[in-house]
């Protein structure tokens, strides 16, 4: 019988922007990876999370996102057209 454990994976769901997406749980992502996997250019776009009563946490692009089950977050253009 081996001592070695074996290291087990939990998924689990987020929302971005309202959208729903099933990541893997932990410090793993990046801020930059998130966004992309919403489909959206890191580089015009900042991710934030809500944290509650009008709160959000922004991250850098190269930021760790420690990612927990039913977190949610927002894209923040970071610049618009003006008309």
Sequence with gaps: MSDHV???HHDVSITIDGRQFE??????????NLLR???LDPR???LAEVLGH????????DQVVDV???EKFVSI??????A
Excluded: K, M, N, S
């Design 68 to 70: 927990r089950q039913d």
């Design 23 to 32: 990541v893997e749980q932990g410090r793993h992502e990046t801020a930059a």
């Design 54 to 61: 009008g709160d959000v946490r922004t991250f850098r692009d």
């Design 44 to 46: 015009g776009y900042d």
């Design 77 to 82: 253009r970071q610049t618009a057209p003006v």
């Design 37 to 39: 996997l919403a489909g």
């Design 6 to 8: 074996q290291e087990r």
